[in-house]
């Protein structure tokens, strides 16, 4: 069962993603069909970074996951060897 702790890190990381699903969804969809001299567009950064945030947040996840599955593999190695 989850502590107290878990369960309000779990709510924050939840209720953060939901903020920034919505943001994202107003910003791709919704933005276009509004006339771009309407005060909302200030709130938004332009149309060029829809894509290149998460293509660049995709990128570092890849890596992340890369380094960190390189960096099991070579410990489990030297743990064989050692073994051995």
Same mark, same amino acid.
């Given at each position: 069962?989850?502590? #107290? ?5 779990? @709510? #924050? @990381?939840?209720?953060?993603? @939901?903020? %920034? =699903?919505?943001?994202?969804? !107003?910003?791709? %969809?919704?933005?276009? =069909? %509004? ?9 938004? @950064?332009?149309? !060029? ?8 947040? #995709? ?9 960190? %599955? ?8 030297? #743990? ?5």
């Amino acid at each position: 069962m989850a502590t #107290g702790t878990d369960q309000v890190v779990g @709510l #924050g @990381l939840v209720a953060v993603s @939901l903020i %920034i =699903f919505i943001y994202y969804t !107003a910003w791709v %969809i919704l933005l276009p =069909f %509004i006339d771009s001299q309407h005060v909302i567009h200030k709130y938004f @950064l332009p149309r !060029a970074y829809a894509v290149a945030i998460p293509l660049a947040a #995709g990128l570092l996840l890849l890596l992340f996951v890369g380094v960190f %599955i390189t960096y099991v593999m070579l410990k489990n190695q030297k #743990g064989t060897k050692k073994a051995q």
